[in-house]
């Protein structure tokens, strides 16, 4: 393929190429999330302004639909909860769960040539309402001595997220859904496996039976530190991508996934951020040794592992996205 025939497609095509395992012009070149002091940062460094980055590499434009997926009271899960007051609080007829200026979004969306991802479900602990040390012991708790309560939480949380979900794929076209999930630390996940397929991924079957029916065939797992341990009762299901963020990097290793899993799971990121700070002959290393297998095998994107943070060098970052993106080019000129 010429350089002029290289960049024919666009992202949306080159998304959806790369996640059915066909003929991409080339993978897609995601741009990372930075924290907001970044660019304050590496203005230091010697960049002139955020459009330079812009200018001078290629990212391909992706978007989110994030609905609003929490129950309206504060509930705190201790002994005890008013499933009436639960359902009441989690109404997916309510307009005001979609996101602002929706029927323009919607207009704006149907002519759109880069991939649309819908945000379907938060996850276990934040439909338990965790947000902090105490709040993670009281789902705990609830946990060990009421599973059965546990298991109602979810399948009431389950049923509204799939009907939210059928309301905006009666109206928009997506090209994957995300399931989040922040549910393991370093060492893995908080919970076993098998309990994570009773309560959780059984809470899930409505909106797997929404997305089957619409269409959508790349189906994110989005998870975080170490969720190794789940990916067999995960991909039980029509789950069939993971993308993980601020991962463990020797569980979560996307080349051994892939041997270990095969082809079945699709991978987004992997790119550890703490290598691109180590500086060049450490992000040499860590790039090839990932992309050259799995860029051949595909179904794949590479992207960081999380959003670049000020403690990466501007000039490491010059030399990773120069270094991916001759990975995906090759030879070949971009255009």
């Not at 001595?145 to 059928?166: H, K, N, S, W, Y």
């Not at 789940?230 to 991962?247: D, G, H, R, Y």
Request: net charge neutral; charged share 25%.
């Amino acid at each position: 393929m010429s350089g002029e025939d290289f960049n024919l497609m666009n992202s949306r095509q080159r998304f959806l190429e790369t996640m059915n395992y066909g003929s991409p012009d080339r993978v897609p070149l995601f741009r990372e999330g930075m924290r907001s002091e970044v660019i304050q940062s590496w203005k230091r460094q010697g960049l002139k302004s955020e459009k330079e980055l812009v200018r001078r590499f290629h990212y391909d434009p992706r978007e989110e639909i994030a609905p609003d997926l929490y129950a309206k009271a504060r509930f705190i899960y201790k002994s005890s909860v008013d499933l009436d007051a639960l359902r009441n609080g989690l109404d997916p007829e309510d307009p005001k769960r979609l996101p602002k200026r929706w029927r323009a979004k919607v207009r704006q969306w149907r002519k759109r040539d880069h991939p649309l991802i819908l945000r379907v479900h938060e996850g276990f602990f934040l439909t338990l309402g965790v947000d902090g040390w105490n709040t993670f012991s009281n789902a705990i708790e609830l946990l060990a001595d009421q599973p059965e309560l546990v298991g109602e939480i979810m399948q009431i949380q389950g049923a509204f997220c799939a009907r939210i979900t059928e309301h905006i794929l009666e109206e928009v076209e997506v090209d994957a859904v995300i399931f989040g999930e922040p549910i393991s630390g370093s060492h893995g996940p908080l919970i076993s496996p098998s309990m994570y397929e009773d309560l959780v991924l059984n809470s899930y079957k409505g909106i797997f039976d929404v997305v089957a029916k619409f269409n959508v065939s790349t189906v994110i797992f989005r998870t975080y530190a170490n969720s190794k341990a789940l990916l067999p009762v995960i991909l039980k299901t029509p789950i069939n991508c993971l993308w993980a963020s601020e991962s463990n990097i020797v569980s979560m290793d996307y080349p051994a996934l892939r041997e270990e899993f095969g082809k079945e799971l699709r991978l987004i990121g992997g790119i550890d951020t703490d290598v691109i700070m180590q500086g060049k002959d450490a992000i040499q290393h860590e790039m090839e040794r990932k992309l050259t297998p799995l860029l051949q095998q595909g179904g794949y994107i590479p992207l960081a592992d999380a959003r670049i943070r000020k403690y990466v060098p501007f000039e490491n970052y010059v030399y990773y996205r120069e270094l991916l993106e001759r990975m995906v080019f090759g030879n070949r000129n971009p255009v």
